[in-house]
């Protein structure tokens, strides 16, 4: 019997099978087994925002629109998996007030492309994976003089600092928000460690935050034995205090901080539309290294 549900805690190993699976099938691009380590943990913070297809009681598949994701077992596809998860991240997004489904479409997979358009989906945007060239010198920061910057506090008031990142990414090229609930989940998994971000606030009223820098890091690329990965995860600026250089010295940051802390190979992610990103990264060394292209779905 096929089916899909909502996620529920305790299917974390099912999806990793399916996730293990299509990656060792699939071949996509720019991923790593430490991508699917970070990931699952992070399941449970969003129930809401993720689906599971079962077949005869197993998952089989399953769907995340926060994650641009949906996936289906490479034994168990073509048994009409794929469109009851289209049909269950279409109610997700409906649920939270968005009007359309965003998948990423690997173009290598000629199936899945097929798979897209059949359902209606059109190609809209590419995200690119960025990595920073080893040898690019990288400035030290030199924050504004009205700036002020400090590690997240222990005891930081997570509904301020909630409301302060969503203001941070208004207006971003692909839809970014995060729930208290999101984030202090990640904030209590074991390998959190709150050194990895930066807070900018205004030096005259310390009590406004304004921007800030998130960073992360791994084991490193599969095969890579004794290296280490980081990732500029996220970089955001309030809009009214865009425009003053500060995205770029949390950038500076975060690359001084990532090499200090011993990391081999620096990467982020940025949408190809986001031409002043674009800019930033690559006058700073980062080169693109995978576009990951995004459809979407009308979900009315």
Known sequence: MAEVRPFARGDEPG?????????????????????????????????????????QGRIVGYVQPRGDDLTVHPDHRRRGHGRRLVAAGCAIVRERGLDELRLYVPPHLPPSVAFADALGFRYRSSLWLFELDPSAVVPAPRFPADVAVRALRPDE??????????????GHTSPMSWTVGQVRHVHELPDFDPGLILIAVDAADPARRVGFAVLETTPGAEGGVGTRAGSVGLVGVVPSWRGRGLGRELLRWAVTELRRRGVDRIDLNVEASNERATRLYRA???????????WVLSAG
């Open 15 to 55: 999806i990793r099978a399916v996730m293990e699976a299509a990656r060792a099938t699939d071949r996509y691009p720019g991923t790593t087994p430490a991508d699917v380590d970070r990931r699952i943990p992070r399941l449970a913070g969003d129930p809401g925002g993720v689906a599971v297809a079962l077949e």
């Open 157 to 170: 008031d997570l509904d301020g600092y909630v409301a302060f990142m969503n203001e941070a990414f208004a």
């Open 284 to 294: 700073h060394g980062f080169q693109p290294a995978v576009e990951w292209p995004h």
